[in-house]
């Protein structure tokens, strides 16, 4: 079983930054095949950001572009969401997911962090 877990979550004041960060344990599967999503308040769980087939660069959803950073340490199983000149429409909470492949559907998921921008 694959444990994710975020950290790094907060209330920042619009145009401001936050970076977070998931750590994977257990059974764990290359970073590469890791990714965020995010869910806000009464609305459905949205894909953010995920590592693509090597050596293609990651995608990212529109509204992000630009201003969210996707990176990993593979040393440290982990994977970190660098966000900047956040937005209040980017008020959710925040998952790191993963799957078994880069093909595949992300099966395993974190328990979430708050992420509340302020206008």
């Known amino acids: 079983q694959v444990q994710l877990a975020e950290s790094g979550g907060g209330l920042v004041q619009a145009g401001g930054s936050l970076r977070l960060s998931c750590a994977a344990s257990?059974?764990?599967?290359?970073?590469?095949?890791m990714g965020w999503f995010r869910q806000a308040p009464g609305k459905e769980r949205d894909f953010v950001a995920a590592?693509?087939?090597?050596?293609?660069?990651?995608y990212y959803a529109d509204s992000v572009k630009g201003r969210f950073t996707i990176s990993r340490d593979n040393a440290k199983n982990t994977v970190y969401l660098q966000m900047n000149s956040l937005k209040p429409e980017d008020t959710a909470v925040y998952y790191c997911?993963?799957?078994?492949?880069?093909?595949?559907?992300?099966?395993?998921w974190g328990q979430g962090t708050q992420v509340t921008v302020s206008s």
């Open positions: 257990g059974r764990t599967f290359s970073t590469t095949n």
């Open positions: 590592f693509n087939w090597p050596p293609k660069p990651p």
């Open positions: 997911a993963a799957r078994r492949t880069i093909a595949g559907t992300f099966d395993y």
